[in-house]
C-alpha cells in the first residue's frame, strides 16, 4: 500500500445515520458537510419511489474541507450515529458533533486500525 492510500483511510470516516426522520439526517449531514470535504453520499429514495430508507450514509474526509462553523438546527427528534473509520478521525467527527448537538455515546469498538463509534444525538 501507498502512503497516500494509507493517509485516506486514515482520515476517510462513514456516518450512518438511523432512527430519525430524513429531515434530521439531513441536517446533521449538512453540519458536517460545512466542517468537512464530502466525499460520498447515499441518497435517500425520493418519495413515493419505493421503501423509505431506514439508514443514510456519507462518506467525510477529515482532512479537508471548509472548517466552517455553523449553529447546528434544532433536531425534531433523536438521531442514532454510527462512526467508522480511522481512531483521531472518527474523535474529531465526534468532536464536532458534540459542539453543536447533545451527545450520548452508545457503544465503541476499537480494531487494529480503524474504530467504531455508537451515538446518539439530540438538540441541546
Same mark, same amino acid.
Given at each position: $500500500?501507498?502512503?497516500? =492510500?494509507?493517509?485516506?483511510?486514515?482520515? %476517510?470516516?462513514?456516518?450512518?445515520?438511523?432512527?430519525?426522520?430524513?429531515?434530521?439526517?439531513?441536517?446533521?449531514?449538512?453540519?458536517?458537510?460545512? =466542517? =468537512?470535504? @464530502?466525499? %460520498?453520499?447515499?441518497?435517500?429514495?425520493?418519495?413515493? /419511489?419505493?421503501? #423509505? !430508507?431506514?439508514?443514510? $450514509? !456519507?462518506?467525510? %474526509?477529515?482532512?479537508?474541507?471548509?472548517?466552517?462553523?455553523?449553529?447546528?438546527?434544532?433536531?425534531?427528534?433523536?438521531?442514532?450515529?454510527?462512526?467508522?473509520?480511522? =481512531?483521531? /478521525?472518527?474523535?474529531?467527527?465526534?468532536?464536532?458533533? !458534540?459542539?453543536?448537538? /447533545? #451527545?450520548?455515546?452508545?457503544?465503541?469498538?476499537?480494531?487494529?486500525?480503524?474504530?467504531?463509534?455508537? @451515538?446518539?444525538? /439530540?438538540?441541546?
Amino acid at each position: $500500500m501507498s502512503d497516500v =492510500y494509507d493517509l485516506h483511510i486514515d482520515t %476517510d470516516v462513514t456516518v450512518q445515520l438511523s432512527e430519525c426522520r430524513q429531515e434530521d439526517a439531513r441536517a446533521v449531514f449538512e453540519v458536517l458537510d460545512h =466542517y =468537512y470535504r @464530502l466525499e %460520498d453520499l447515499e441518497p435517500p429514495s425520493p418519495s413515493g /419511489a419505493g421503501p #423509505v !430508507a431506514t439508514v443514510w $450514509m !456519507a462518506t467525510f %474526509d477529515t482532512s479537508g474541507g471548509q472548517r466552517e462553523e455553523v449553529r447546528p438546527p434544532r433536531l425534531d427528534g433523536r438521531v442514532g450515529a454510527l462512526l467508522t473509520g480511522g =481512531y483521531q /478521525a472518527v474523535s474529531e467527527v465526534e468532536r464536532v458533533l !458534540a459542539a453543536g448537538f /447533545a #451527545v450520548e455515546s452508545r457503544q465503541t469498538v476499537s480494531g487494529d486500525q480503524e474504530t467504531e463509534a455508537r @451515538l446518539l444525538l /439530540a438538540s441541546r
